[in-house]
């Protein structure tokens, strides 16, 4: 009786690159992790998720969870862009209480840049405010977002959005119609 002889098959394995992933430059281009990948090219169009606390290294920031979305890969660097601010729902729901209202919204506009931004603002009334009040308070917050979105660059918005200076600023626009307790985004990402 012949022998049968089995052979089993060798698996190649591909060598695999180390590649630091890094954020933009308005971020201080800080090191957001590292990966190993067998081809740089798989890389791009990846995202990954991180807390705002992680990024800037600051406590008061762990509300915010921010989207990051590989755009370039060269010699063992992977360049990222913000493609999305989240900020946690617990976070927002503890602003809303009784004897206050909460003025809400969902839009989408396009930046000087070309790219088109979903936002979503989230507005606490010091009060109870009525639903006239808060027609007059979405459509003042629509038009002063679009203007400003408009004029800039997507880049320079988020990081305007990432720094709160957009916040207050536009909270001291729309508090000259009622008094505000809150403005914060729900959600700021690009829309592809």
Known sequence: MAKVVVKAKVKKLKRKFP???????????????KTDVTDLNLLVGRTTKLNMMYVSGNV????????????????GLAK?????YYQIPYYLSRFVKAGSDLVEDSFVTESSDGKKVRVQPFIVTKSNASSMIGVAIRALVREVIAKDIASRSYSEFISQVISGK???????????????KAFEFREVELVE
């Open 19 to 33: 590649v630091e992933i890094k954020a933009p430059e308005y971020m201080n281009s800080i090191s957001l992790g």
């Open 166 to 180: 957009v916040q207050i600023a536009y909270r001291n626009e729309v508090k000259k119609i009622f008094p505000l």
């Open 60 to 75: 008061k920031n762990q509300n915010i969870r921010l989207v990051f979305k590989i755009v370039e890969v060269s010699s």
């Open 80 to 84: 990222t862009e913000v493609c999305g």
